[in-house]
């Protein structure tokens, strides 16, 4: 498997920083039937957290959202795949260096012989730039 490139929308809910937020919001999305590709959270340290999923179904969690009357943001990044090779991000980040593009946040998790990362960027052209420059 060759590694590819596609543009992915995140989707970010702020929530309070106590336990059992995180257990509530996944109930609440398999009930709702949605899927997630990657998630991530962080404490911002005011009592607050952000929580970030990737869903596989965009229009989905769209409604979602909208339906329970959360506030979301969105932010498009570049998520790539292949195989889990020694070095495996290491072309891909040296192309982006040789082009001067500067990665602003990556996630990467190999798991069973494969890896997927997932990076932003400053802008949404750039993310389109990636993704082209990766090969989608």
Same mark, same amino acid.
């Given at each position: 498997?060759?590694?590819?490139?596609?543009?992915?929308?995140?989707?970010?809910?702020? %929530? +309070?920083?106590?336990?059992?937020?995180? &257990?509530?919001?996944?109930? !609440?999305?398999?009930? $709702? =039937?949605? *899927?997630?590709?990657?998630?991530?959270?962080?404490?911002?340290?005011?009592?607050?957290?952000?929580?970030?999923?990737?869903?596989?179904?965009?229009?989905?969690?769209?409604?979602?959202?909208?339906?329970?009357?959360?506030?979301?943001?969105?932010?498009?990044?570049?998520? %790539? +795949?292949?195989?889990?090779?020694?070095? &495996?991000?290491?072309?891909? !980040?040296?192309?982006? $260096? =040789?082009? *001067?593009?500067?990665?602003?946040?990556?996630?990467?998790?190999?798991?069973?012989?494969?890896?997927?990362?997932?990076?932003?960027?400053?802008?949404?052209?750039?993310?389109?730039?990636?993704?082209?420059?990766?090969?989608?």
């Amino acid at each position: 498997m060759a590694q590819t490139a596609m543009k992915v929308t995140a989707v970010s809910i702020e %929530v +309070e920083d106590k336990p059992g937020v995180a &257990a509530q919001i996944m109930a !609440t999305l398999r009930e $709702a =039937g949605i *899927n997630l590709k990657a998630l991530a959270g962080w404490s911002k340290g005011d009592g607050h957290a952000v929580i970030m999923a990737i869903p596989e179904d965009l229009a989905a969690l769209r409604a979602l959202a909208a339906q329970e009357g959360v506030e979301t943001t969105e932010k498009a990044l570049v998520w %790539v +795949e292949g195989l889990d090779e020694m070095g &495996a991000l290491c072309d891909l !980040t040296a192309k982006l $260096a =040789g082009e *001067n593009i500067n990665i602003v946040t990556s996630h990467a998790l190999g798991v069973g012989g494969n890896f997927a990362a997932v990076f932003s960027f400053e802008s949404e052209q750039i993310v389109d730039q990636v993704v082209q420059l990766v090969g989608g």
